[in-house]
Antibody
Framework: QVTLRESGPALVKPTQTLTLTCTFS??????????VSWIRQPPGKALEWLAL???????YYSTSLKTRLTISKDTSKNQVVLTMTNMDPVDTATYYC?????????????WGQGTLVTVSS | QSVLTQPPSASGTPGQRVTISCSGS????????VNWYQQLPGTAPKLLIY???QRPSGVPDRFSGSKSGTSASLAISGLQSEDEADYYC????????????FGGGTKLTVL
């Protein structure tokens, strides 16, 4: 059974850096083709893809946010970490991680339950 | 503003057939497969259709997907009250070093 779980702070202040961890089980990020993505959803709004890392350590970022994002992996711990710098209230959202595959990186299955991050002073 | 365009809302009565469209361009839907996600209220999205028209195990055959050119559609037949949810399309976009793009989502109401 494949599961993913997001963890990180529920509240961050403007200008701070957000660090989120995705801990997964049931698959290995060292397996050829495997990927993990981060996706976010502001309250009442649409899904927005943020970043992806694959088994070969290739990384892809949202064009609009790439200057603020860094994605990394720790294969031995089955974890993927996303950092987002210079947080702003508009970054308030539920952040999800999801498994993907290099053959179709728009395929996300399954998703974690999500973690709500509020940006406020 | 989302790269993929979906109608913000759709509705139907129980038993009806409803379709939701997803419009893109040559760099995304036109050259890559489309996936659809269902998000029930208060829950994480769930994969509904992958590779344009494939259903994951456990998804009822009432749900079907299709793609033509730079557009895709999700059809739900025999509409049920539990189908009331938000639906999103997604695809890889080859432009600007590549990224995943989502539609703006369609809120389906079962009347």
């Amino acid at each position: 059974q494949v599961t993913l779980r997001e963890s990180g702070p529920a509240l961050v202040k403007p200008t701070q850096t957000l660090t989120l961890t995705c801990t997964f089980s049931g698959f290995s990020l060292s397996t050829s083709g495997m990927c993990v993505s981060w996706i976010r959803q502001p309250p009442g709004k649409a899904l927005e893809w943020l970043a992806l890392i694959d088994w070969d350590d290739d990384k892809y970022y949202s064009t609009s946010l790439k200057t603020r994002l860094t994605i990394s992996k720790d294969t031995s711990k089955n974890q993927v970490v996303l950092t987002m710098t210079n947080m702003d209230p508009v970054d308030t959202a539920t952040y999800y991680c999801a498994r993907s595959h290099r053959a179709d990186v728009g395929w996300f299955d399954p998703w974690g339950q999500g973690t709500l991050v509020t940006v406020s002073s | 503003q989302s790269v993929l365009t979906q109608p913000p809302s759709a509705s139907g009565t129980p038993g009806q057939r409803v379709t939701i469209s997803c419009s893109g361009s040559s760099s995304n839907i036109g050259s890559n497969t489309v996936n659809w996600y269902q998000q029930l209220p208060g829950t994480a999205p769930k994969l509904l259709i992958y590779s344009n028209n494939q259903r994951p195990s456990g998804v009822p055959d009432r749900f079907s997907g299709s793609k033509s050119g730079t557009s895709a559609s999700l059809a739900i037949s025999g509409l049920q009250s539990e189908d009331e949810a938000d639906y999103y399309c997604a695809a890889w976009d080859d432009s600007l070093n590549g990224q995943v793009v989502f539609g703006g989502g369609t809120k389906l109401t079962v009347l």
